[in-house]
Nanobody
């Protein structure tokens, strides 16, 4: 069964940090994978991606604060989030494509496997 399961969300104050994890089963993380987020009333947006060649891309508002990484041995994807802001509050989703390479953040429809999401809440 192909599955992505996120963990690590929670509530923090502005300036704090959180680390999200995504455990993959039924597929390997040696592909273009990413993190998306969706705030209430807003569209789901791509936050960061990493591909099979360890190339990374970030959405402008998180570049320099968030770091995406993966552990091929453990088959997991992670997102280290530092200097969190209230506007980072959202449900965060792990997602996978069928591609090896992603030179930018692909559109949502390119991701064919999604996790159930984990909530991140940042208070001011």
């Amino acid at each position: 069964q192909v599955q992505l399961v996120e963990s690590g969300g929670g509530s923090v104050q502005a300036g704090g940090s959180l680390r999200l994890s995504c455990a993959a089963s039924g597929l390997t993380v040696t592909r273009c994978m990413g993190w998306f987020r969706q705030a209430p009333g807003k569209e789901r947006e791509g936050v960061a991606v990493i591909d099979a060649f360890e190339s990374t891309n970030y959405e402008d508002s998180v570049r320099g604060r968030f770091t995406i990484s993966k552990d091929n041995g453990k088959n997991t994807l992670s997102l280290q989030m530092n200097s969190l802001k209230p506007e980072d509050t959202a449900m965060y989703y792990c997602a996978a494509t069928s591609y090896y390479r992603c030179d930018s953040i692909p559109p949502r429809y390119d991701f064919n496997v999604w996790g159930q999401g984990t909530q991140v809440t940042v208070s001011s």
